[in-house]
């Protein structure tokens, strides 16, 4: 698919700000993004402030850096301003969320899917022993979610319904407005998990109507680990007591107050204690490069090399596992074995070739293209795959996978 949009964008005028793109086909973006120059710059704005500016750094950035980058966060999505707070990672976001509900009268049900991140399902699970009622939508082809079992299983007992936008394992694309509009019908709140999506595919939280989003910043934002983030609605916001507290939360935290704690109005209610600000400056280098490119024209770009990808790849043989439609899946294409083929194994081989992807389990290899991607890296990508299934060389890697 070649639109304006597409003809417009180079992916050589960004490759030169990624040193890792010098050394290897670079196709894992789903898993970890490649790093930005301008991260360095952001660890030196860091260290000059710690060495030289000492406990005045506090106030001179490092205690609001939650909510200031989460608002950095919050342009990327359309988030208003002061409704999004940064934390370490998405189970920590669930677990904060979780803690701030009821589920001790009838409608304590959560409805979530058999493909969402299972890190998601342990905080979920956790949560029937404050007497949470769970209710797992099974996917009938491993793929996809269809949205009438998901809004099926939304009734007027439920509280939550914690899903993903974009599934990791097929790249499905769930229908967000379908369900939200399901999930308040009946007065359920929706968190939808924007990981593989957020940087990818356009998101704008205020269209979408959904309650809260979270996501990090480990893959298609290329802020690297330890800077996830948590958006909640305004009019909800102000309703909401976690449990999961502490004193960046409390309204007054310096003044030492005794006692039960005492929200803060907006975003920082949703926090706890003193942030790891080396991971949030880091991440916002990637934050910043994306609000740069635009989230329209990366989309616009990953579809069109994931169309391409994925004809070249059935040409060939291949049975490509993620929805054929555009519309309905994210940045990734996951690519079907045979049964006697063993993923890890092609992961491995493909790796020895310096191409980087990774592989999950029924879905197959997963490739995921960035703005920074060649086309003809794709192109190399297919034809190396042949080549490792007509020779059989995979075979040489089997049981040397690594852990990503
Ligand atoms: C959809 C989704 N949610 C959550 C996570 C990870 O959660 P956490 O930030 O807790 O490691 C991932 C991947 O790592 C993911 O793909």
Known sequence: ??????????????????????????????????????????????????????????????????????????????????TVVMHQNVSLIQSIVASALDFSTRRNKVVYSSLHFPTCMYVWEAQKRRGARISMVASPDGITVPTELMCAAIDEETLIVPISHVLYKSSYKQDVEAIVARAHEVGALVLLDCYQSTGTVPIDVQALGVDMICGGSVKWLCGGPGAAFLYTRPELLETLEPSITGWAAHADPFAFELGEQRYAQGPWRMLHGSPAVVALYAASAGHETILEVGVEAIRAWSIRLTEELRADLSDRGFRVTSPADPERRGGTLTVGLAEDEDGPAFVKALEQESILVDHRPDAGIRVSPHFYTRRSELAEFAEVLSALRASGKWKDFVDRAGVY
């Open 1 to 82: 698919m070649t639109t304006r949009a597409t003809r417009k964008h180079d992916p050589e005028a960004w490759r030169l700000r990624f040193p890792i793109l010098e050394t290897c086909t670079y196709l894992v973006n789903h898993s970890l993004g490649a790093m930005p120059r301008s991260v360095v710059d952001k660890l030196r704005h860091y260290h000059e402030q710690w060495a030289m500016r000492g406990v005045r750094a506090w106030a001179e950035g490092w205690w609001e850096a939650p909510v200031t980058i989460g608002d950095l966060v919050g342009r990327i999505v359309n988030a208003p301003e002061g």
